[in-house]
């Protein structure tokens, strides 16, 4: 007889190949940020693991952004209205319980959105163009807010896919560092459509490679000893252990977490599954 795999189950083994993977990489797991991808979960889902201590969460579309951070936020408070909950929440699970949680923009961001979603994400994944970080910058310096941002970068080169393209990554990335509310923290990018392990080992070390690169002209730097841009976002649920073993600080992990969506709900999107 089969035995159907908890959430709780689902989610320590991806902490656990996370850690082996961070471990082969010479990495301390606790290097690696898990971002647990919201898209398909149900509501009971997102408030378990925020209830194991679980902080990132990360949305592909923006007005489930918005409806997954406003249904938590309310959760949250009836939980801190609760006589005693937020230390047993504590006591059970030796971490932050419901005290936090961090939701990041890991879709593609249209313009006329980016002021719903400055009230809401921690960090924006996907800035693609100047002409979306000028918009960042406009909106943030209305609400005198300095914003978080990964430049995304098609590594693939395939049309279907969002993102700069490799050659222009180094310049966008100078410009975007100019910007006074914008910060750039690094990079971002999606493997190809393969079933080829290889094909997306090769994105992702072109990657890497763009980052150090990015990384040693400067790009970020706070002051002669530290740098903000810091951040290598890559890898999902079929591909994070080899985008850790390439250098990857930030995964984002969402069917091997939550389950598999029903095939009906993939067709209905046409995305990419996390």
């Known amino acids: 007889m089969t ?12 902490q656990e190949r996370i850690a082996r993977s961070a ?4 990495r301390r797991p606790e290097d690696i940020i898990l971002v647990a991808v919201t898209k398909y979960a149900e509501p009971d889902q997102i408030r378990e693991l925020v209830q194991m201590g679980h ?3 990360g949305e592909n579309k923006v007005q489930q952004l918005l409806q997954r951070a406003a249904v938590i936020d309310e959760w949250r408070a009836r939980q801190r209205a609760l006589p005693g909950a937020a230390r047993s929440a504590g006591a059970s699970t030796g971490q932050s319980g419901a005290a936090g949680v961090r939701w990041h923009m890991i879709g593609h961001l249209q313009r006329n959105k980016v002021r719903k979603v400055l009230e809401v994400a921690r960090l924006i994944h996907s800035v693609d163009s100047l002409r979306l970080a000028e918009e960042i910058q406009a909106v943030a310096a209305k609400r005198d807010q300095v914003v978080d ?7 693939s080169g395939e049309a279907t896919k969002f993102g700069c393209a490799v050659p222009a990554a180094r310049h966008l990335a100078e410009q975007i560092d100019t910007m006074v509310q914008v910060r750039i923290r690094g990079l ?3 493997a190809p459509l393969s079933d080829n392990p290889d094909d997306a080992r090769r994105a992702f070390a072109r990657l890497r490679e763009l980052f150090e690169e990015i990384r040693a002209a400067g790009i970020g730097a706070t002051d002669g000893r530290s740098s903000h841009f810091n951040i290598l976002s890559m890898g999902m649920s079929n591909d994070f252990e080899i985008a850790i073993e390439e250098g990857s600080n930030l995964v984002r992990v969402g069917s091997a977490i939550f389950g598999e969506p029903p095939p009906e709900m993939l067709q209905a999107t046409g995305d990419d599954e996390a």
């Open 3 to 14: 035995t159907v795999a908890s959430l709780r189950d689902r989610y320590l083994e991806v």
């Open 23 to 26: 471990e082969r990489s010479g």
């Open 55 to 57: 902080i990132d969460f």
């Open 149 to 155: 941002v990964l430049l995304q970068v098609n590594t």
């Open 188 to 190: 971002m990018t999606m």
